[in-house]
């Protein structure tokens, strides 16, 4: 059962646009939520992270939004890049669970072309 | 530097052998993962443990072992009762409480 839904695969966006990828979730007790990019044949590399307590997390040209009471967060990519394309994985957690994990979306193929 | 170390890159194996798959960490972390990565199927947890010498079954642990005897490293076995074992696996690091994950390079396993 995925706690954690990325229900779009893939997605194409033009060089200088913006890209809003989209993650929803099941579990209201996750508390925190990562993005991953990931090349292929490389490993995920973190991106961005938001807390709970913030509906917005920003960092350069990326910005996480999180609106608990949908249980859903989105990543937006101002302006889009060439080197943008690559499969972004949503990720999210409990901070109070002992378990100790992550639990992941299926992730979404992003392409920027020129 | 500090980092998570997956060897080797590649590895060919023949149908029905086992084979090990290597992931150091020198980064103090308590704990570690090992994924597995298949096209439309995201990332899926095989194992993970918190604390040397413990470790714990992840989602999809049927045909995979693993042990935990030295802080730095988590080795993955993949039997023989392993029925798709073709896939890219990548091991994972994190400081407890976890706070996220460190991600080694992966290792591509093709079972022939």
């Known amino acids: 059962d995925q706690q954690v839904k990325q229900n779009s695969p893939s997605l194409s966006v033009q060089e200088g646009r913006i890209s809003i990828l989209n993650c929803d979730y099941t579990?209201?007790?996750?508390?925190?939520f990562l993005w991953y990019k990931k090349y292929p044949a490389e490993g995920p590399t973190f991106l961005i992270s938001?807390?709970?307590?913030?509906d917005k997390n920003e960092d350069g040209r990326f910005t996480v939004f999180l609106n608990k009471s949908a249980k859903h967060l989105s990543l937006h990519i101002v302006p889009s890049q060439p080197g943008d394309s690559a499969v972004y994985f949503c990720?999210?957690?409990?901070?109070?669970?002992?378990?100790?994990?992550?639990?992941f979306g299926r992730g979404t193929q992003l392409t920027v072309w020129p | 530097d500090g980092g998570i170390t997956q060897s080797p890159k590649y590895l060919f194996r023949k149908e029905g052998q086992n084979v090990t798959l290597s992931c150091e960490q020198n980064?103090?972390?308590?704990?570690m993962y090992w994924y597995r990565q298949d096209p439309g199927q995201g990332l899926r947890l095989i194992y993970y443990?918190?604390?040397?010498?413990?470790?714990q079954k992840g989602d999809i642990a049927e045909g995979y072992s693993v042990s935990r005897e030295k802080k730095e490293s988590f080795p993955l076995t993949v039997t023989s009762a392993q029925k798709n074992p073709t896939a890219f696996y990548l091991c994972?690091?994190?400081?407890?409480?976890?706070?996220?994950?460190?991600f080694g390079s992966g290792t591509r396993l093709t079972v022939v």
């Open positions: 994972a690091s994190s400081q407890v409480p976890l706070d996220g994950y460190t």
């Open positions: 579990n209201s007790m996750f508390d925190y």
């Open positions: 938001i807390s709970s307590i913030k």
């Open positions: 990720a999210a957690f409990d901070r109070g669970s002992t378990l100790g994990r992550l639990y």
């Open positions: 980064l103090n972390h308590d704990a």
């Open positions: 443990s918190q604390i040397v010498n413990d470790f």
